[in-house]
């Protein structure tokens, strides 16, 4: 492609959005606005994400064992439950540790309880399984092995919290995937105005031989540049909001755990810029196709 | 130069507009194509343009086939082709000098030779003192002469016009005719679709009669009145 040409290209596309100018303004704003619900829900989503992770790798499986348990059966059993395959780690908690532990969360509540007989907890183990998900399954059949008196794993919480996180990342790209198709479908639009508008333009150009290339490239300049400068303008807003919203979190929510600005701000705005420019590029090319013909 | 060969043109719901014709046109020649309205003169112009392909027949333009051109040799062959319209067809937004040189632009022309060859264009249609003027600003007779430089801009070796005195009066339409028979005899061959009885017969070119699809008469130096109504 000839630089001239390149440089005409660039002209055209410029003068069609000034000329344009309220159209230019409405499909930015378009993109913008969903580029900026798209973006904090990529926000959102990453964050959701994060949380659930950072429970999940706190669930464990808690086993209390029958009182009248020998060391040796314990120990029997510690390595039966070590050698099933989804177990990541076991730990031997005897019920004096138990109450320690208790005692220094609750203090004076639990007081008086270390004499002989009077410990009212039991021995357990703590098990973590490979992946949080196993851990209903490995539950299970804990179940079946004796020796064994309750299994304990928050069972609904993190069934529930598995199904969730589940949902929200299918209905989260559903629901992504809807705006982007939106965007696209509102850029062909304005562009297929802008085009309307130079039908004549185009006419003439097709009969005195340019070719569809030459014809298309402002259009797509045109759309890349909307879409271009309709990604940038969220990215800036994002940029700046997120990192209040965390110096907030910190300082007023200090135990949920955000993911740093500096780790996600960069690929979002790349990614947004990509889909605005994508969606500008294909728009116009969508836009196209009808006046190309003869 | 142009090689019509069995052609025939049924557009999609409606009887057929072209029915076999047969027709050639040498380099350098000058054929007027006349007939009553709705003969299938806009059709015959059209075709040789490659605005649509024919429905059946070999059309064959400087000894190529055009009905088998390629989507991408379209805008190739339409530049060794000028084309002016009734209607003109001219960038309002634009002085006479840009509508020019947009024919160039969109073909990838350096700029100098832009800057050289569009005064020299509009020099010859007469327009030399009008080229900042936009087209709102000229009579319908200087704007057909803008769209005549732009047809001539990229030289093409053949010049097709229909009507292109469709909306000019009788001393206004000569001008633009006589122009199109300067351009002819620099070397350029002229097909023109007309109504205009009086500069058929005083031109004394080729005319080429069609009625109701079919050329019925075909003649060097002929007239307008004999035939048609
Ligand atoms: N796009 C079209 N679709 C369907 N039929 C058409 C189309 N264009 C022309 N026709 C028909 O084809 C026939 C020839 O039309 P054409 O325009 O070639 O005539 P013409 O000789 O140029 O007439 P005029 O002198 O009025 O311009 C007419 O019957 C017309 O109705
Ligand atoms: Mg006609």
Partial sequence: ?294 | MIDMQHVNMVYPNSVGALKDINFSVERGEFVFIVGSSGAGKSTLIRLIGREFLPTSGSIRVFGKEITRLRRREIPLFRRSIGVVFQDFRLLEKRTVYDNVAFAMQVVGASPREIRRRVPEALEMVGLAGKAKRKPDELSGGEQQRVCLARAIINQPSLIIADEPTGNLDPQTSLGIVDLLKTINIRGTTVIMATHAKDIVDRMKQRVVVLENGKIVSDEQKGGYSHHAH
Avoid at chain 1, 5 to 10: D, E, R, S
């Fill in chain 1, 1 to 294: 492609m000839l630089i001239r040409n390149i440089a005409y290209f660039f002209k055209e596309a410029m003068r069609s959005i000034v000329r344009n100018g309220w159209m230019s303004f409405a499909s930015v704003a378009v993109v913008t606005v969903t580029l900026l619900i798209l973006g904090s829900f990529m926000l959102l989503n990453i964050n959701v994400e994060q949380i659930t992770q950072e429970i999940k790798d706190q669930v464990e499986i808690v086993v209390y064992l029958d009182e009248e348990l020998a060391g040796s059966e314990v120990e029997q059993l510690r390595v039966a439950v070590i050698q099933l395959p989804q177990v990541e780690e076991v730990r031997y908690v005897s019920k004096e540790q138990a109450l320690a532990r208790l005692q220094s969360q609750l203090g004076e509540l639990v007081a008086g309880y270390e004499e002989e007989g009077r410990n009212p907890l039991r021995d357990s183990f703590e098990i973590r399984t490979k992946i949080p998900e196993d851990i209903p399954a490995v539950a299970q059949t804990l179940q079946t092995l004796p020796g064994i008196a309750r299994v304990d794993y928050g069972t609904d919480v993190v069934e529930k919290l598995f199904r969730f996180t589940g949902a929200v990342r299918w209905v989260g790209l559903a629901f992504m995937g809807g705006l982007a198709f939106t965007a696209l479908f509102l850029i062909a639009n304005t562009i297929k105005l802008t085009v309307n508008a130079r039908a004549k333009e185009i006419m003439i150009m097709k009969w005195v031989g340019a070719t569809e290339w030459f014809i298309r490239w402002p259009f797509v300049i045109e759309g890349v540049l909307l879409g271009g400068i309709g990604a940038l303008l969220p990215a800036l807003a994002l940029f700046y909001l997120y990192h209040e919203v965390v110096a907030w979190t910190k300082v007023n929510l200090f135990f949920l755990p955000l993911v740093p600005p500096q780790m996600v701000l960069v690929s979002i705005t790349k990614l947004l810029l990509l889909i605005g420019i994508t969606i500008g590029g294909l728009g116009s090319l969508l836009s196209m196709r009808r006046f190309l013909k003869v």
